[in-house]
């Protein structure tokens, strides 16, 4: 298995580098959101005769950029401080005390005293999906949140792979990545709410020009970058979570020597992972978000039915005997009961 370890560490490092310069990626989308937002008002407010619209916007988002930048950076120091309190608020988590359940707590403590990992905060969700996540960017703020639903349907050593699922996120540095790409992906939509507001109700001091004959132009090559901006914004959010979660799996299986409760975790809550009014960017953060289906491709997180296959073939994992009892949903337990995830049933079943 060192040989594996050794494989699973250098693909979190090389991971770690590629997220960093996608969040670089994600800044830089700021800024280019913000020049499609500059460009449609321009088009849609005019511009002084003899301008064009483009060089108008080029030279408003030049000097705007500064305050762009410190606008941005402010958000996401902002985000930083205070993104458990905001993710809390959201979801409508609380904080869950050791004397109201001593035996998660003991199993959290038990993980992170194994690895030597700062204890991170408990907190748990009234509602009866099947989910968990972690948050925070450093150890004063590291939070693992629980769904009633998780705790009420899994097995004592199914919750401990989901906790570990979820401190691996936090000792590989994903969470950290996840909460910034989150925060900046709310820049992203602030300033295109931004862009057609102004454009909306900046029609009565707009300016006419017999010179700004590109103006619908202007209008459509703006809105058209932002929507750019803001689809690769969603895209980079994707990559950062979906390669993750096999990671965090794997990291799961590495702190409890237990990969049939990992995968016997992930089945049970296949197709009941969605909480009630949660965002989607909060979602990407969960152990579980899509659906297992055609839909897969567009998914922030690997199908459940890819997890399981990778938790049997590289970590040993067995399917549990009987699929049927563990309310699937159809698409999965046909997959897994009719050739298990490599095209065959189990040889040991």
Not at 8 to 15: G, V
Not at 114 to 120: A, W
Not at 216 to 226: D, S
Request: overall charge neutral; hydrophobic content about 50%.
């Amino acid at each position: 298995m060192s040989g594996e370890a050794f494989g699973l560490y250098t693909h979190i490092r090389n991971n770690r580098i590629r997220s960093r310069l996608l969040l670089a990626g994600l800044f830089l989308l700021a800024w280019l959101a913000s020049f499609g937002g500059i460009l449609a008002a321009t088009g849609f407010m005019g511009t002084p005769r003899g301008v064009d619209p483009y060089t108008y916007a080029l030279n408003t988002f030049i000097v705007a950029s500064p305050f762009i930048t410190v606008g941005v950076a402010i958000w996401i120091f902002i985000g930083y401080q205070i993104n458990v309190a905001i993710i809390g608020a959201v979801t409508g988590a609380r904080g869950l005390e050791r004397a109201h359940a001593p035996k998660l707590y003991g199993m959290l403590e038990n993980l992170c005293i194994s690895r030597g990992i700062t204890m991170p905060r408990l907190m748990i969700i009234e509602d009866q999906a099947l989910n968990a996540f972690a948050s925070g960017v450093k150890d004063s703020q590291f939070t693992v949140t629980v769904t009633r639903g998780l705790l009420d349907h899994l097995d004592d050593a199914e919750i401990e792979a989901v906790l570990a699922h979820e401190l691996t996120h936090i000792r590989n540095g994903d969470v950290k990545l996840m909460v910034v790409a989150v925060v900046i992906a709310g820049v992203l939509s602030f300033l295109s709410e931004v862009a057609f507001r102004s454009m909306r109700f900046s029609g009565s001091s707009s300016r006419s020009s017999s010179d700004n004959k590109g103006a619908g132009a202007a209008i459509l090559i703006g809105l058209l970058i932002m929507a750019v901006a803001g689809i690769l914004a969603s895209v980079i959010r994707f990559s950062l979570s979906r390669s993750r979660e096999y990671l965090a799996d794997a990291g799961a299986v590495e702190l409890t020597k237990n990969p049939d409760a990992m995968i016997s975790a992930l089945l049970k809550i296949s197709g009941r992972a969605d909480i009630a009014g949660v965002p989607s960017g909060i979602m990407d953060m969960c152990i579980e978000n899509d659906p297992d289906d055609m839909s897969d491709i567009f998914s922030t997180h690997p199908s459940i039915s890819k997890r399981v296959q990778a938790l049997v073939g590289a970590a040993g994992g067995r399917l549990p005997p009987r699929l049927n009892e563990m309310a699937l949903r159809p698409p999965l337990t046909a997959i897994v009961e009719a050739r298990g995830p490599w095209g065959a049933r189990h040889p040991n079943e």
